[in-house]
């Protein structure tokens, strides 16, 4: 629609108000009425603030009639005040709030010393190491099927709805778990309330900050990104500390009174987090930005339906290299406490297990939040290849050097902690890649195929690499898990190759108009 601007004396309008008229008024054989210096405004994209300077008072001389008349002059509906206004910080607070309820998950290493213990040496539970790592692997593969729902979903009934399940659901599969009973036949139930039930609540929840956040900040996606899911992150220490040093939570209520205490406390946490998921404004951009022309190997500048991407070579190699740094980073999350107080022991340092503990609640954990921020706000600084490339190579040498590194105190918080920035990465980079080379538009919907690799590592790490070999090889103690964490950097290696040869991909011909 064109506009032009009047300003109104008595019954007449003359240039330069605020009253939006369409030139489709004017008689069908005359041309609209401009008059000299009515400029037509540039866009129409809904800016944070619009402001409109009132020209200096000067003579007006008297206006020839026009053959628009006032009382026909219909302005268009404003738009809802509501988003409009609204500060898109607030958003962000939002979405750390449920992110932090759902790291959760990441505090599952916490529990597994008290669910691994025999019954002959007095535990309660007596599941392997690999029955552990299937619970925590289940539910991160639920957290990703889901996912791929949850973007559909949240593009059909809106971001706040989705959340607010997906916090129900979570808060109730914790809740459901403290009803669990004991010994071996309290695995099945378990993994039902803890790894499918609550990992469709994060599935859910998971998606809508990074949805929300990335169409309120297109000028910031990897730094935004970023802070949508550090509180994941951040979120693994609070949860364990609390069950541990902090709360005593384990020691005081056992593992039943701190699933009911952690299940009430996430439903709370992410049902007030969705009242603040709101999208902005159809075609809104933040005020003084305008989108960056596509490069060459950089943004595709066109929105991929889910269809168009899986179709794309592109897509399988940003699926191929997340599954490997999602291996990595949450076999060490699964196991790194059984590891550590395997190498600790073995190296002759007392406290292993406080030790051990420490270095998965506050060194792995605090930086994978820390590194989620960081890699974000590098990738919008030197681009998301070279920073997938950094990443990997940095996990590669990680990885490889983890094992000698375990066997010491300061040398196993410096190993979680730089392992743990690195797998924070992944969480900026990957939504990030995926919205630059497939678009922002349906960003909810492409990041949850691109997710579904998120779940693939969660299994293949933890449980049959880690849990595999660390069970076939009881015999040879803390030796048994050499061979998982070489795989695991050869790995990191073959995901630099593979971002070395990345580049964007080329709109559909068959559809280059929407």
């Not at 040496?121 to 790592?133: A, L």
């Not at 669990?180 to 900050?209: C, D, N, Q, R, W």
């Not at 159809?282 to 899986?310: H, I, R, T, V």
Request: hydrophobic share 50%; charged share 15%; aromatic share 12%.
């Amino acid at each position: 629609m064109n506009s032009i601007y009047f300003r109104r004396y008595g019954d007449l309008l003359m240039p330069n108000d605020e009253i939006d008229i369409s030139a489709d008024i004017a008689a069908p054989d005359e041309e609209p009425v401009m008059t000299e210096g009515v400029e037509e405004p540039e866009s129409e994209v809904i800016q944070e603030e619009t402001e409109v300077e009132e020209p200096a008072p000067e003579h007006v001389p008297e206006p020839e009639p026009t053959p628009v008349e006032s009382e026909e002059i219909v302005p268009e509906p404003a738009v809802p005040a509501g988003p409009k206004t609204m500060n898109r910080w607030i958003v962000v607070v939002g979405a750390i709030m449920i992110q932090l309820a759902l790291g959760a998950i990441y505090s599952w290493s916490v529990f597994t010393p008290i669910l691994k213990e025999s019954i002959a040496d007095g535990g309660v539970f007596g599941y392997t190491t690999t029955e552990t790592q299937i619970i925590f692997s289940v539910g991160l593969l639920t957290f990703a099927v889901v996912m791929v729902l949850a973007g559909k979903l949240q593009a059909k009934f809106g971001p706040r709805k989705i959340a607010l399940i997906g916090g129900l659901l979570l808060g109730t599969g914790y809740i459901a778990a403290s009803f669990v009973g004991e010994g071996a036949a309290s695995f099945l139930p378990m993994l039902i309330t803890i790894g499918i039930i609550g990992g469709a609540g994060i599935g859910l929840a998971y998606v809508v900050p990074i949805a929300v956040c990335m169409k309120w900040f297109p000028d910031k996606k990897g730094l935004i990104s970023g802070f949508a899911v550090a509180g994941f992150g951040f979120g693994a220490t609070i949860w364990v500390k609390l069950a541990g040093s902090w709360g005593n939570l384990l020691e005081s209520q056992g593992i039943h009174g701190t699933f009911l205490i952690y299940g009430i406390i996430f439903l709370l946490m992410v049902v007030l987090g969705s009242l603040l998921m709101v999208n902005p404004p159809a075609g809104y951009k933040p005020k003084g930005w305008n989108p960056p022309e596509p490069k060459e190997g950089g943004s595709s500048g066109y929105d991929f339906m889910p269809k168009q991407m899986l179709k794309t070579p592109q897509f399988w190699m940003i699926f191929f290299m997340f599954t490997f740094g999602a291996l990595a980073g949450l076999m060490v999350i699964g196991v790194i406490k059984l590891f550590g107080i395997d190498a600790l022991t073995a190296a002759g340092v007392a406290n292993a297990s406080a030790i051990a503990g420490t270095a998965m609640a506050v060194f792995y954990a605090i930086f994978n939040g820390i590194g989620r921020i960081v890699w974000g706000g590098i990738s919008d600084k030197i681009g998301t290849k070279k920073s997938f490339m950094a990443m990997f190579a940095f996990q590669a040498l990680m990885m490889f050097m983890l094992f000698q590194f375990g066997k010491a105190e300061y040398t196993l918080y410096l190993a979680a902690a730089l392992i743990g920035f690195n797998f924070g990465g992944n969480f900026s980079l990957f939504p990030t890649a995926t919205a630059e080379y497939f678009g922002t538009k349906n960003i909810g919907q492409n990041y949850g195929f691109t997710f579904l690799s998120y779940g693939v590592g969660g299994v293949i790490g933890p449980v049959f690499i880690a849990g595999y070999f660390k069970d076939q090889g009881a015999a040879l103690g803390v030796d048994a898990w050499a061979p998982a964490f070489i795989i695991a950097g050869v790995l990191c290696v073959i995901a630099v190759v593979i971002a070395l040869m990345l580049k964007a991909p080329k709109p559909p011909k068959d559809e280059l108009i929407q």
